[in-house]
């Protein structure tokens, strides 16, 4: 079985969420884009100043062209920025693993353009519901 | 006389209590039945915070599931009685402030008579939680048949 | 400098070299930002939906992202930031990597599976997840004294800056008692809770995206001008900035010249995790369209936030310097700048640069109006927690429409009028204060979203334990430090040892991870929660995707049947 014929059978309702131990290859795979992020992440906004405090005299050279301490740098503008990047990142992971597993998000439009015509006249009981 | 009688309803006591007067009057005239639900959007702003009433605003009241559920509640017990007295129905849920828009609806549908409950409060209750209904009889100049709610009867 | 021990002489809250004083244009700017967000607000006004079935304008990504962004422009970004980073260098990017990183962390495990629950409230999730009203309540209790603690920020810098905008009040009328400060901060307050008011009655929605880009729109004007007139830099002052730095003494630039690498650790640590606990952050994402959605908002909302908080230290930089070179002395050194001064560096920079007055103006017109814009979104938040959650859905069940308003009116006064008390001497600077709250958010809120969301066999003990406990913790530091007053007349009990290792600015290091523990401890050691509750963290997570109208719990219940009316 693949793994989108797995993802298809299974009851999420049934299946256990373990952060630490996915149950199911669409967790498992959502899980390992988690991880990866966080611990980049951990590193991108920890790691300059942990660097600093462990090397002072390397981080704080002066960078060339821009003149900033390195580790001003790498603090005020690399940690934001490596968290914004992550951002974009993730997002466009999650895109990919929601196309693989053909995940079609709901869409407000799409679901009333098949529904009861929207000319708000009186009466129906109305709901967006299916 | 009435063609279209217009219960506006909250789902409360006070508001269900005007309902047997409504359908009397409409059997009698062989009226129309329009109930309406106004969630009011003061009460979702402060009460629910502001993301609610951008909710609403997008369209996605059916999301709110409490509300949405004491909307049909509210309007559902209206549809009964009516249905049960053979009567033409409808229903509408609304956003807004009530007072507004059941004056609004009322003129839109050309309604001929609005029926509505009310606490019958006096003094300070009535100064600090305002009364719907009177400021609906100021907001249209369709007839307004107020039923009080006393309690305990 | 270290901003969470330092005790002010409150009454004499007086940043030196801001020229204070009524200005008829900056005060005419003042009141037309906020006239203009009202404005918008009426003609965008969701009064009259006529039918509340029919599918409305849905918001995108982008909006939904200016809108985090409108959220996060407070007094804390705009001007407290830049006042830390001045006067206590690196230690000050502490806040700027904090408050932005934070949405990662956020985005990653929080957003999409908020957005599935789909409730309305903090304390709804927390109350529904745990199955307990007191859960609830507590969630409740904590969301209005984030709020609290968060407007009181947001006050102190409504004071400052209205002083230079509307000058001392005591010249046009005495009012014995109050300082210029004390008595432009009250204004303030009373003005925003009037717009509070005005905005409900006319039925004005928040338009987040017009507040983005006029706040940021201000502040990054400020900046270009202020960099451009004093050589500092041309098109992109956030990267030269850089040259400016070994002229500005080693305070601004020593790793820890400004506070300690553990102090840093820990109020960075405090800040990201405080922002996943924040309520009026999280309940953004029970409204977005799906969790595609959720994701690309927050990924937006990041974007947005980024181009403020890049641009904040060039900001200090520059005041820096201007101050430094300006008549009122050296930013460093003794006496060096007050704390006051560096919370309205900002204008100040403007001011000292020479800018236009009615360009300096509209800087301080954009601060204010941050503060007034988070603080009246803060009191709601607050409002909706007492009337929603502990008034509507716990004190009084048939709670009618009209009832809900008027608690909720009152629970706005309520915060209104204790703002006003404490923040008649804030004992700290605006970055610090707001801090506070997110420690607290941090520490009792962020686990209970965490792990309730993460794993199903969080219960209803350990819930109230991990908040109780929570609580308990936030408050140890604040007391010690001698925040609002309240102990030994401001001193705190002095304890030198927790001073240290748990700072009020950055309690949440210790106490997340306690509070976790105990939470997790608890859970294991007593009954697990039944199985809808675990079936409803199951469906959070299930790819497939949400139905329209349905919350997770009901998605839940559909599925069993509705057999179970257990609890």
Redesign the interface.
Known sequence: MTDVER?QETD????????LRPATP??KDHLR??WI??GV?VI???GP??A??IA?DL??T??PV????F???A???G??????L???W??KR??AI?EK?G???????A??AGDSA?E?A????????? | MYDKILIPTDGSEVANNAVAHAIDLAEKYDAEVHALFVADTDMVAYSLGTEQVDRIRQGKFGEMTELADDAKEATGFVREQAEAAGLDFAERHAGGQPHDVIADYARDNEIDLIVMGSHGRSGVRRALLGSVTERTLRSTHVPVFVVDYVEGR | MIPSSALMQADELLPEGLEIGFKLVPAIMVISMMTLFLAVGFVFKVADTDDMWVAGRSIGNVENGMAIGANWMSAASYLGMAALIALSGVYGLAFVVGWTTGYFVLLIFLAAQMRRFGKYTAPDFVGDRFNSDTARALAAVTTFLIGFVYALGQARGMGLVGMYVLGDINNVIAIPGLSAYQAMMTLFMLITIAYLTLSGMLGATKNMALQYVILIGAFLVGLLATGWVSGYSTILPQIEYGMLISELGNEFSDPFAGGSYYLWIATCFSLVFGTCGLPHVLVRFYTVENERTARWSCTWGLGFIAVLYLSAPAFAAFGTDLYTNSEFGPTYGDPGMSDAAADVIVVLAAQLANLPTWLVGFVAAGGIAAAVATTAGLFIAASSAISHDIYANIINEDATQRQQVLVGRLSIIAIGLLTILFALNPQAPIAALVSFAFALAAIVLFPMFFLGLWWENTNRPGALAGMTSGIIIWFIPMLNEGQFGLINGGAGFGIEFLETWMPAIGSALIGVPLVFAITIFVSYVTDEPPLRTKQMVRQCHSPDPMPKDKTAAQVVAEKNGNAHADD
């Open positions: 993802e999420y309702l049934e299946v256990e969420i373990n952060l669409f967790m884009v988690i992020g966080f992440w991108t906004t920890f100043i942990t600093t405090r002072p981080m704080t002066a960078m821009i003149g900033f301490p580790h001003y740098f603090i005020a503008i940690a934001p920025g490596a968290a914004l992550l951002s974009v993730y997002a999650r895109d929601d597993y995940i079609e998000q709901v869409d407000n439009e679901l009333d929207g708000g009186a009466a129906a009981d109305g709901g967006a519901a299916e």
